[in-house]
């Protein structure tokens, strides 16, 4: 049973730092490519970043040269570092994993920034 949990979310200033960590079960980990989405309140589920089982990494414009998306194949976890946090990145987070077609999804976890 694919299982994917998010953690790290709260409330920040705009400016500041968060780092979200997605801990995956029940995956051959090393072998997938894996997301991270954010959802505003009212707006779609957006794509954030993705890091390939190579490592390679791609953002959304939005979020480029301020979040890192990074793993732990050792570990089974995914992480995104977000820095110099704006209001607009105020949205749930969500863990994404494609697996035999299917797509598999954390609960997800809030982030917001004041302003």
């Known amino acids: 049973q694919v299982q994917l949990v998010e953690s790290g979310g709260g409330l920040v200033q705009a400016g500041g730092s968060l780092r979200l960590s997605c801990a995956a079960s029940?995956?051959?980990?090393?072998?997938?490519?894996l997301d991270w989405y954010r959802q505003a309140p009212g707006k779609q589920r957006d794509l954030v970043a993705t890091?390939?089982?190579?490592?390679?990494?791609s953002y959304a414009d939005s979020v480029k040269g301020r979040f890192t998306i990074s793993r732990d194949n050792g570990k089974n976890t995914v992480s995104l570092q977000m820095n110099s946090l704006k209001p607009e990145d105020t949205a749930v987070y969500y863990c994404?994993?494609?697996?035999?077609?299917?797509?598999?999804w954390g609960r997800g976890t809030q982030v917001t920034v004041s302003s």
């Open positions: 994404h994993v494609l697996r035999r077609g299917l797509n598999y």
């Open positions: 029940g995956i051959a980990f090393a072998i997938r490519d």
């Open positions: 890091i390939t089982s190579g490592g390679d990494t």
